[in-house]
């Protein structure tokens, strides 16, 4: 997540979900930024994910401001 500006403290979040609106994942970072900054979020399922659609909402300070929607297909 790119994000510019400067704050004392800023909480970044990122909310993935499943088609049905099932909750996958849900983490948050603290970061006190002091101009432009990248802040990573993984996710990870070893034995891979179920196909379907999902969404990932990223939040500041507990207000959405992006999401992203991607399907993962059946693999062959």
């Known amino acids: 997540v790119r994000t510019e500006g400067t704050a004392a403290s800023t909480t970044i979040g990122a909310r993935w979900t499943f088609e049905d609106g099932q909750l996958v994942d849900e983490s948050s970072q603290t970061i006190a930024p002091t101009g432009p900054e990248v802040t990573e979020f993984h996710l990870s399922h070893p034995e891979g994910w179920?196909?379907?659609s999902?969404?990932?909402a990223?939040?500041?300070?507990?207000?959405?401001?992006e999401t992203q929607s991607f399907t993962v297909?059946?693999?062959g």
Do not use: L
């Open 58 to 65: 990223i939040s500041v300070d507990g207000e959405t401001v």
């Open 50 to 52: 179920p196909p379907g």
């Open 73 to 75: 297909e059946a693999g």
């Open 54 to 56: 999902y969404e990932v």
